[in-house]
T-cell receptor, first 111, second 114 residues
Framework: DSGVTQTPKHLITATGQRVTLRCSPRSGDLSVYWYQQSLDQGLQFLIQYYNGEERAKGNILERFSAQQFPDLHSELNLSSLELGDSALYFC??????????FGPGTRLLVL | AQSVTQLDSHVSVSEGTPVLLRCNYSSSYSPSLFWYVQHPNKGLQLLLKYTSAATLVKGINGFEAEFKKSETSFHLTKPSAHMSDAAEYFCVVSRADSNYKLTFGKGTLLTVNP
């Protein structure tokens, strides 16, 4: 158990809908990273937050957004969903070392 | 820019034989390198990491990797494969000047035959 939690574990929704994925980092970790794992693109970095502020952006679509709250949990919002957004979404938390600890992921299926 | 190339998409070994998963990296700055493992329908677990200390790094479950700067390689090895090692393995690079975002290789699927 990495200490990082993600909810929900599974999500099934329809095209055009909006969903919110939630991540709680390990106790004391200030950084949260979001990654997407899909069959065609592999594992890709989406976005990073540190202590409530956005710090880095990767290949994140404009339809996607994220935020980190004062209690350090983070949410990834995916809107106007398309079939191609079906993927496994991971969050990872990082403390003072270089190591990122991953949550169990949220599997999103868009029908 | 940073990138990782895993040279084999699939490696198959027999139980009890050595494992070698190959990884080459590209980074214009001193990188940190990691190996993560993903078992079916599970999350990503850290196996080991290199962060500019000893070049031979020991990880969990008997795995180790050697950082070779001259060859820009970070191959993962294990002397004797176990059935429970069957999983997908990712070589990963990160750098301090890119906020430590992780860049993943495409993964190597390890199959262990009885």
């Amino acid at each position: 158990d990495s200490g990082v939690t993600q909810t929900p574990k599974h999500l099934i929704t329809a095209t055009g809908q909006r969903v919110t994925l939630r991540c709680s980092p390990r106790s004391g970790d200030l950084s949260v990273y979001w990654y997407q794992q899909s069959l065609d693109q592999g594992l890709q970095f989406l976005i990073q937050y540190y202590n409530g502020e956005e710090r880095a952006k990767g290949n994140i679509l404009e339809r996607f957004s994220a935020q980190q709250f004062p209690d350090l949990h983070s949410e990834l919002n995916l809107s106007s969903l398309e079939l191609g957004d079906s993927a496994l979404y991971f969050c990872a938390s990082k403390g003072s070392s270089e190591t990122q600890y991953f949550g169990p992921g949220t599997r999103l299926l868009v029908l | 820019a940073q990138s990782v190339t895993q040279l084999d998409s699939h490696v198959s070994v027999s139980e009890g034989t050595p494992v070698l998963l190959r990884c080459n990296y590209s980074s214009s700055y001193s990188p940190s390198l990691f190996w993560y493992v993903q078992h079916p329908n599970k999350g990503l677990q850290l196996l080991l990491k290199y962060t500019s200390a000893a070049t031979l790094v020991k990880g969990i479950n008997g795995f180790e990797a050697e950082f070779k700067k001259s060859e820009t390689s970070f191959h993962l090895t294990k002397p004797s494969a176990h059935m429970s090692d069957a999983a997908e393995y990712f070589c990963v690079v990160s750098r301090a000047d890119s906020n430590y975002k992780l860049t993943f290789g495409k993964g190597t699927l390890l199959t262990v035959n009885p």
